[in-house]
């Protein structure tokens, strides 16, 4: 799944298919455990010291006006997602597909395009299975 993300980042989109194929047969277990981490650290990479609300709203805007498929990404659902990530305390009553279509287009657009390192990518997918295992565990 490490590597599903990774290459959906890069924008490596052959090697994404494969992989998705790949886990269309033998399945998507933990998936969504792993993408909930991985998004709330790129959210927490993307706002290290917390953000208002006025913030959120605008990192929303602006990721729905340049991601594909984000103009039809409800925004309230967004900022409610968003805002959980920086505090973990906020309830969210998101129904579960578009709280993964929400963290996919929030991860490609703070991680995507370049705006980090391969390295900085590898340490926070690394971060990211290391808490979804342990997620899984509990």
Same mark, same amino acid.
């Given at each position: 799944?490490?590597?599903?993300?990774?290459?959906?980042?890069?924008?490596?989109?052959?090697? =994404?298919?494969?992989? &998705?194929?790949?886990? %269309?047969?033998?399945?998507?277990?933990? /998936?969504?455990?792993?993408?909930?981490?991985?998004?709330?650290?790129?959210?927490?990479?993307?706002?290290?010291?917390?953000?208002?609300?006025?913030?959120?709203?605008? /990192?929303?805007?602006?990721?729905?006006?340049?991601?594909? *498929? *984000?103009? &039809?990404?409800?925004?309230?659902?967004? &900022?409610?997602?968003?805002? @959980? @990530?920086? =505090?973990?305390?906020? %309830?969210?009553?998101? &129904?579960?597909?578009? @709280?993964?279509?929400?963290?996919?287009?929030?991860?490609?657009?703070?991680?995507?395009?370049?705006?980090?390192?391969?390295?900085?990518?590898?340490?926070?997918?690394?971060?990211? @299975?290391?808490?979804?295992?342990?997620?899984?565990?509990?």
């Amino acid at each position: 799944m490490v590597a599903y993300i990774r290459t959906m980042v890069k924008g490596e989109h052959a090697a =994404n298919d494969e992989i &998705e194929a790949r886990l %269309d047969s033998e399945g998507w277990d933990g /998936f969504g455990t792993f993408l909930g981490a991985v998004f709330y650290f790129a959210v927490n990479r993307r706002f290290p010291t917390g953000a208002s609300r006025d913030e959120v709203i605008r /990192f929303v805007g602006e990721m729905r006006s340049t991601s594909i *498929g *984000g103009p &039809e990404t409800d925004a309230a659902s967004a &900022e409610k997602l968003v805002s @959980a @990530a920086l =505090n973990p305390s906020l %309830d969210t009553d998101i &129904e579960p597909m578009s @709280a993964g279509r929400i963290q996919g287009l929030t991860i490609l657009h703070t991680l995507g395009g370049g705006a980090v390192t391969d390295e900085d990518l590898d340490a926070l997918l690394g971060e990211a @299975a290391t808490l979804a295992n342990r997620l899984r565990l509990a």
